[in-house]
Nanobody, 123 residues
Framework: QVHLVESGGGVVQAGDSLRLSCAASSRTESAYIMAWFRRTPGKEREFVAAIRWSDTLTYYGDSVKGRFTISRDNAKTTVWLQMNSLKPEDTAIYYC????????????????WGQGTQVTVSS
């Protein structure tokens, strides 16, 4: 069992930066991919970014490429999402997730989820 806890959300202005953290309760050897998703009211969870534990290979959703960066620590217990040049449309609840295999951008592939952290970007 892997417990994930997000932190770092808040209210910022357009153009600002924010860094989200996802702390895992234990080394996530059983998790192959760590990812961030986001959700806005009335919409399904949107894939934001993912990182492969073994070699830190990263993947990004089209809407955040070039602005967001996902990374992890060497102990494999923390994943970060650095968000730059934030836009009002980035406003959402951001979730950390972990999976051992499946479709990278599909929420149903992920067995473990955090409780989410709210990010609000004002114009």
């Amino acid at each position: 069992q892997v417990h994930l806890v997000e932190s770092g959300g808040g209210v910022v202005q357009a153009g600002d930066s924010l860094r989200l953290s996802c702390a895992a309760s234990s080394r996530t050897e059983s998790a192959y991919i760590m990812a961030w998703f986001r959700r806005t009211p009335g919409k399904e969870r949107e894939f934001v970014a993912a990182i492969r534990w073994s070699d830190t290979l990263t993947y990004y959703g089209d809407s955040v490429k070039g602005r967001f960066t996902i990374s992890r620590d060497n102990a494999k217990t923390t994943v970060w999402l650095q968000m730059n040049s934030l836009k009002p449309e980035d406003t959402a609840i951001y979730y950390c997730a972990a999976m051992s295999g499946g479709v990278l951008s599909s929420p149903s592939s992920y067995a473990y989820w955090g409780q989410g952290t709210q990010v609000t970007v004002s114009s």
